[in-house]
């Protein structure tokens, strides 16, 4: 079994920051990604930003140049540097991973979201 633990969300003001932060624990055999995913009531999940399998972060256009994705290896965490935010970014934030729990056996894996409020 694969778990994924955020934190780091909770109520902000527009124009502040907050980092999230996922940390991944159990089987692993090794990550082949992780990112960051949101959604807002009555809307699809979206994809925040994610590592692509060549290395480089997608990151949707809303969030582009105010968002920073990075990871650390050792750790197996991924961070999500929020500035300048805006109340459009309100939404519970999940980490995502995909995870080959053996050499053979790859996995999706979400964690259970932390939520960001941003007030104007």
């Known amino acids: 079994q694969v778990q994924l633990v955020e934190s780091g969300g909770g109520l902000v003001q527009a124009g502040g920051s907050l980092r999230l932060s996922c940390t991944a624990s159990g089987t692993i055999f090794s990550i082949n990604s992780m990112g960051w995913y949101r959604q807002a009531p009555g809307k699809q999940r979206e994809l925040v930003a994610a590592r692509t399998r060549d290395g480089s972060t997608n990151y949707a256009d809303s969030v582009k140049g105010r968002f920073t994705l990075s990871r650390d290896n050792a750790k197996k965490t991924v961070y999500l540097q929020m500035n300048s935010l805006k109340p459009e970014d309100t939404a519970v934030y999940y980490c995502?991973?995909?995870?080959?729990?053996?050499?053979?056996?790859?996995?999706?894996?979400w964690g259970q979201g932390t939520q960001v409020t941003v007030s104007s």
């Open positions: 995502n991973a995909v995870v080959l729990t053996n050499p053979w056996t790859t996995g999706d894996y």
